[in-house]
């Protein structure tokens, strides 16, 4: 037998990552995400009072996912959980404190899709990494990043500045007292520029929106389409002791709803009018659960009846709504109730730009299921939330709160240290009925299954970032 020339051991190797069979080119993956939208804020999903006619149209020409999962109950963990295709009991960023950074050597989905060729870009949160670390979205494989690198500074629906890259982007008309400039007004525009760029070369956007979170101001026009018509809301103070009065809450809520619909509508009409839609591979979702829980949740069901909301281990809080449609493709008006969560988008990313994702991932490729292929289910999925002593600059020696769900049943621990809880949800949606007690065999399985997902987190810094006053 002949050995094998470079050539033919080169023209294998492209083989191997072709983009998916059938496909004319590599298709376009765009991934938009709002910030802290519960399960039930769509239409699509049982809203009622807020309007979403764009978003529920993407629903009716694509596939809702039923149990689809957030990477984690908070912003940083489940953002790092979506960028690396790890859970958190493995992923870099395991807390919340915002400006702890990726490592040069831990890499992104956006790495992975750079490397296959992709123009990417990122509109929006990052809160991997602040600016002067290692841990910024350029050094992550991003081409372009407009918006917010840390957390805290994405609380300012009307800051000062955004990032643009390393440089600062200052928007007009934002200096104290002004409110003039919608910073997500600004992400949304460039994001729509980029994909008008790049409507000849594959992308991958990822659309990373800071509605509905709070600070809950959203711009007039979106705000009057609900004063007077949905409650009021009790004043609220938030952390920072910015809003003094927010006596406009629910109305402000429900605008920051709706203009993520609006901004939706005008990606999907861009996509329409650049002839893109049959080539981009699209994903809805939201960053973790809902916040609106102590808020006129009676009314406005933001959660849709699951219990909990953000920052808790309960469905609540980990359940989110999902999205996804690619004519022709993935099959229009249908509802899906396959198990999934944020860690599987990096490997079904790559699988669907026939790319090959890195080993170890505790995600897996969804993409047979995008398609309706039958897919083995996920043998479990697990979610924590270590708590992080800044003074110290590391981690309580304390059992994390924590949840991992294997078929229809769910273990959770709901505070560190606490003792932990059992759900059937096939039978038990709201997680009323805690089974712990009455199957104590099942609920040791898997509280000790729940002990070996998880590794120690690494150190994890929070270095000093740039002082962002009431104008940021």
Not at 127 to 134: A, E, P
Not at 201 to 206: E, Q, S, V
Not at 232 to 237: K, L, Q, S
Request: charged share 25%; glycine share 8%; hydrophobic share 35%.
């Amino acid at each position: 037998m002949n050995p094998i020339t470079r050539r033919e051991l080169l023209a294998g190797a492209a083989a191997s990552v072709l983009p998916l069979r059938g496909a004319a080119k590599k298709p376009n993956v765009i991934w938009m995400m709002a910030d802290d939208m519960g399960y039930g804020d769509l239409g699509c999903y049982g809203q009622k009072s807020i309007k979403t006619p764009n978003i529920d149209k993407l629903a009716t020409q694509g596939t809702r996912f039923t149990d689809a999962y957030a990477g984690c109950t908070v912003c940083a963990p489940s953002r790092s959980c979506l960028m690396t295709g790890l859970h958190t009991g493995h992923t870099p960023i395991r807390c919340n404190v915002g400006g702890a950074p990726l490592l040069p050597e831990e890499r992104t989905v956006a790495n992975v899709m750079k490397d296959a060729g992709y123009n990417t870009g990122l509109f929006g949160k990052w809160g991997l990494g602040d600016i002067n670390t290692t841990g910024v979205p350029w050094k992550h494989g991003f081409d372009e990043f407009v918006g917010f690198l840390h957390q805290a500074h994405a609380h300012f629906q009307y800051p000062r500045f955004l990032y643009d890259n390393d440089k600062e982007l200052h928007l007009k008309g934002n200096d104290t007292p002004g409110r003039q400039t919608f910073a997500n007004d600004v992400m949304n525009q460039r994001a729509l520029d980029f994909v008008r760029r790049n409507k000849s070369n594959p992308f991958y956007l990822y659309l990373s929106w800071t509605v509905p979170h709070f600070e809950p101001h959203v711009p007039e026009d979106s705000l009057s389409a609900y004063r007077g018509r949905v409650p009021n809301g009790e004043p609220f103070v938030n952390k920072q002791g910015r809003l003094k009065n927010q006596s406009e809450l629910g109305p402000a809520y429900a605008g920051m709803v709706s203009r993520i619909d609006n901004y939706t509508g005008a990606l999907l009409s861009l996509l329409r009018e650049l002839k893109l839609e049959e080539d981009t591979l699209i994903f809805f979702t939201s960053d973790n659960g809902g916040i609106m829980g102590n808020f006129h949740n009676d009314y406005f069901n933001n959660t849709s009846g699951l219990r909990g909301q953000k920052t808790t281990m309960y469905e609540g809080g980990l359940r989110v709504p999902m999205i996804t449609r690619w004519p022709g493709k993935i099959a229009a008006g249908k509802t899906n109730n396959y198990v999934w969560h944020f860690a599987d988008f990096l490997p079904t990313a790559a699988e669907a730009a026939g790319a090959k994702a890195p080993s170890g991932l505790d995600g897996v490729s969804v993409l047979p299921t995008l398609l309706g292929k039958q897919q083995k289910p996920h043998e479990s999925l697990y979610w924590e939330l270590p708590r992080y002593d800044a003074a110290t600059k590391s981690f309580r020696k304390e059992k994390p709160m924590a949840a991992m769900r294997r078929g229809t049943m769910k273990i959770l621990r709901p505070k560190p240290d606490a003792a932990v809880e059992l759900y059937d949800l096939a039978a038990d949606r709201t997680e009323k009925n805690d089974l712990a007690a009455k199957m104590p065999d099942v609920t040791q399985r898997m509280e000790q299954q729940l002990a070996a997902s998880r590794t120690e987190p690494r150190h994890q810094d929070e270095p000093l970032h740039p002082w962002w006053d009431a104008r940021s």
